[in-house]
Nanobody
Protein backbone atom coordinates (compact mmCIF):
# COMPACT_ATOMS: atom_id res chain seq x y z
CA UNK A 1 0.00 0.00 0.00
CA UNK A 2 1.00 3.62 -0.45
CA UNK A 3 3.10 4.93 2.38
CA UNK A 4 4.72 8.31 3.00
CA UNK A 5 7.07 8.64 5.91
CA UNK A 6 8.17 12.04 7.16
CA UNK A 7 11.03 12.88 9.48
CA UNK A 8 12.97 15.88 10.73
CA UNK A 9 10.44 17.92 12.67
CA UNK A 10 11.23 19.43 16.03
CA UNK A 11 11.51 22.60 18.05
CA UNK A 12 13.72 25.55 17.18
CA UNK A 13 14.05 29.19 18.07
CA UNK A 14 13.05 31.91 15.67
CA UNK A 15 15.70 32.45 13.04
CA UNK A 16 16.79 28.83 13.18
CA UNK A 17 16.63 26.08 10.59
CA UNK A 18 15.12 22.62 10.21
CA UNK A 19 15.20 20.06 7.44
CA UNK A 20 12.29 17.73 6.78
CA UNK A 21 12.42 14.58 4.69
CA UNK A 22 9.70 12.42 3.17
CA UNK A 23 9.97 9.09 1.36
CA UNK A 24 7.12 7.61 -0.65
CA UNK A 25 6.67 3.93 -1.38
CA UNK A 26 4.04 1.55 -2.68
CA UNK A 27 2.79 3.71 -5.54
CA UNK A 28 1.33 2.03 -8.60
CA UNK A 29 2.79 3.98 -11.47
CA UNK A 30 4.94 7.08 -11.34
CA UNK A 31 4.74 9.89 -8.84
CA UNK A 32 4.47 13.19 -10.69
CA UNK A 33 4.17 15.61 -7.82
CA UNK A 34 5.25 15.68 -4.20
CA UNK A 35 4.42 18.45 -1.81
CA UNK A 36 4.51 19.81 1.71
CA UNK A 37 1.39 21.12 3.38
CA UNK A 38 1.02 22.47 6.88
CA UNK A 39 -1.78 22.96 9.34
CA UNK A 40 -1.63 25.15 12.43
CA UNK A 41 -4.15 24.73 15.27
CA UNK A 42 -7.48 26.26 14.34
CA UNK A 43 -6.44 26.90 10.74
CA UNK A 44 -7.02 25.17 7.45
CA UNK A 45 -4.36 23.04 5.84
CA UNK A 46 -2.33 25.11 3.37
CA UNK A 47 -0.04 24.16 0.53
CA UNK A 48 3.48 25.32 1.34
CA UNK A 49 5.50 24.04 -1.59
CA UNK A 50 5.53 21.35 -4.24
CA UNK A 51 7.86 19.87 -6.81
CA UNK A 52 7.26 17.96 -10.02
CA UNK A 53 9.51 15.13 -11.10
CA UNK A 54 10.82 17.42 -13.84
CA UNK A 55 11.97 19.85 -11.17
CA UNK A 56 9.38 22.64 -11.44
CA UNK A 57 8.60 24.06 -8.03
CA UNK A 58 5.96 26.18 -6.33
CA UNK A 59 6.25 28.13 -3.06
CA UNK A 60 3.57 29.98 -1.15
CA UNK A 61 4.29 33.66 -0.61
CA UNK A 62 4.65 33.07 3.12
CA UNK A 63 7.73 30.85 2.69
CA UNK A 64 9.26 32.07 -0.55
CA UNK A 65 12.93 32.88 -0.10
CA UNK A 66 13.16 30.97 3.20
CA UNK A 67 12.15 27.41 2.34
CA UNK A 68 13.64 25.17 -0.36
CA UNK A 69 12.13 21.94 -1.64
CA UNK A 70 14.33 19.37 -3.34
CA UNK A 71 14.14 15.76 -4.45
CA UNK A 72 16.63 12.94 -4.68
CA UNK A 73 17.54 10.97 -7.78
CA UNK A 74 14.81 8.38 -7.26
CA UNK A 75 12.16 11.15 -7.26
CA UNK A 76 10.46 9.34 -4.38
CA UNK A 77 12.15 11.30 -1.59
CA UNK A 78 11.80 14.99 -1.04
CA UNK A 79 13.34 17.38 1.40
CA UNK A 80 12.24 20.71 2.83
CA UNK A 81 15.02 22.98 4.02
CA UNK A 82 13.47 25.61 6.25
CA UNK A 83 15.61 28.64 7.12
CA UNK A 84 14.88 31.86 8.98
CA UNK A 85 12.00 30.16 10.74
CA UNK A 86 9.31 32.30 12.33
CA UNK A 87 6.82 31.51 15.09
CA UNK A 88 4.06 31.62 12.48
CA UNK A 89 5.70 28.63 10.77
CA UNK A 90 4.64 26.52 13.74
CA UNK A 91 2.38 23.77 12.43
CA UNK A 92 2.05 20.09 11.66
CA UNK A 93 3.79 19.54 8.34
CA UNK A 94 2.41 16.89 6.01
CA UNK A 95 4.03 15.31 3.01
CA UNK A 96 1.83 14.42 0.06
CA UNK A 97 2.32 12.69 -3.27
CA UNK A 98 0.25 12.28 -6.39
CA UNK A 99 0.33 10.65 -9.82
CA UNK A 100 -1.04 13.89 -11.21
CA UNK A 101 0.90 17.02 -12.03
CA UNK A 102 1.34 19.74 -9.46
CA UNK A 103 -0.84 22.81 -9.21
CA UNK A 104 0.02 25.91 -7.16
CA UNK A 105 -0.82 25.05 -3.58
CA UNK A 106 -2.89 22.04 -4.54
CA UNK A 107 -2.49 18.36 -5.22
CA UNK A 108 -4.96 16.10 -7.00
CA UNK A 109 -5.86 12.78 -5.46
CA UNK A 110 -2.98 12.90 -2.97
CA UNK A 111 -1.71 10.30 -0.59
CA UNK A 112 -0.68 11.72 2.77
CA UNK A 113 1.97 11.12 5.36
CA UNK A 114 1.23 11.10 9.07
CA UNK A 115 2.73 14.54 9.66
CA UNK A 116 5.65 15.89 11.61
CA UNK A 117 5.44 18.74 14.11
CA UNK A 118 7.47 21.91 13.68
CA UNK A 119 7.48 24.35 16.58
CA UNK A 120 9.22 27.72 16.40
CA UNK A 121 9.56 29.72 19.58
CA UNK A 122 10.14 33.46 19.75
Amino acid sequence: QVQLVESGGGSVQAGGSLRLACTASGFTGSINCMAWFRQAPGKEREGVTNIETGGNTYYSDSVKGRFTISQDGTKNTIYLQMNSLKPEDTAMYYCAASRFRCSPGKLYSPSWGQGTQVTVSS
